[in-house]
């Protein structure tokens, strides 16, 4: 059961969490990708299995701006043929985590971590962008992003290709992937709850604190996702998303 109190937090660990929820913000405005960094960084804060349940209230903050500022835009079609499949994932997620020591959940997220920076910079070297739209496919990606949301909050490099499959224009591929999220993650925090017991009264408590931390990251994300060079916000993204997975795995 998780312990953390926030008298307890030292001034280099609040610092990594404020500069990480300020990355979710941005990744909950529209800047896909990027919270892969935030999972790294909180990791590194407060300990791998530790920190997925830490940042699950915070994910569901910023889906409820994301489907409200978004919500005009999302494809309900799609949600409902996706949904399913990825909350099946996170309960293999569930089985699959609840009983692993915190050195192998390390190990675990590191591993998850790099593959999806590999997929991501896979996908970017990919000539053409056609993938498989059969309901395999649609199912496998499902539960594949339902698995690694549990136990790393890294469904976005399986759950996006879904989504790039589909050809959606940017608005709504951002409300229709906000609405998933929004509903996954309080199934989510449910069983983070009542089954690995890692969001506890302590938790919510650190999460009130670094709620203002998400506002500045979701107002200066609006106003990014206009003008950001896609290119080169990718390639950073892909550079610091490795050096995180490194740091982790040799902390």
């Known amino acids: 059961m998780l312990q953390i109190i926030c008298k307890d937090i030292s001034s280099s660990s609040w610092i990594l969490s404020i500069i990480s929820i300020i990355i979710l913000g941005l990744s909950k405005s529209g800047l896909k990708g990027i919270a892969i960094i935030v999972v790294s960084l909180m990791a590194i804060a407060f300990g791998a299995k530790e920190s997925t349940g830490l940042i699950v209230p915070l994910l569901i903050a910023g889906d409820i701006f994301a489907v409200i500022y978004y919500n005009r835009h999302a494809q309900w079609n799609y949600i409902i043929r996706f949904l ?11 089985l ?5 020591d915190e050195n192998t959940f390390k190990i675990g997220l590191s591993i998850i971590i790099l593959i999806s920076a590999m997929m991501m910079f896979l996908w970017d070297q990919r000539k053409s962008k056609k993938v498989p739209t059969h309901w395999i496919f649609a199912g496998s990606m499902g539960i594949l992003s339902g698995i690694t949301t549990m136990i790393g909050n890294l469904a976005g490099a399986f759950a996006n290709i879904f989504f790039l499959a589909l050809s959606l224009p940017k608005n709504q591929f951002i409300g229709t992937a906000a609405w998933v999220f929004f509903i996954v993650n309080i199934f989510k925090l449910l069983c983070h709850i009542f089954i690995w017991k890692t969001v506890t009264i302590n938790t919510l408590m650190i999460n009130l604190k670094l709620i203002p931390a998400l506002l500045i990251g979701l107002f200066i994300g609006v106003r990014l996702i ?9 390639k950073l993204i892909l550079i610091l998303t490795a050096i995180g997975a490194l740091l982790l795995l040799i902390k």
């Open 84 to 94: 399913p499949w990825m909350i099946l994932g996170v309960i293999f997620g569930v």
């Open 96 to 100: 699959i985590g609840k009983d692993l």
């Open 226 to 234: 206009k003008i950001i060079n896609d290119s080169f916000y990718r």
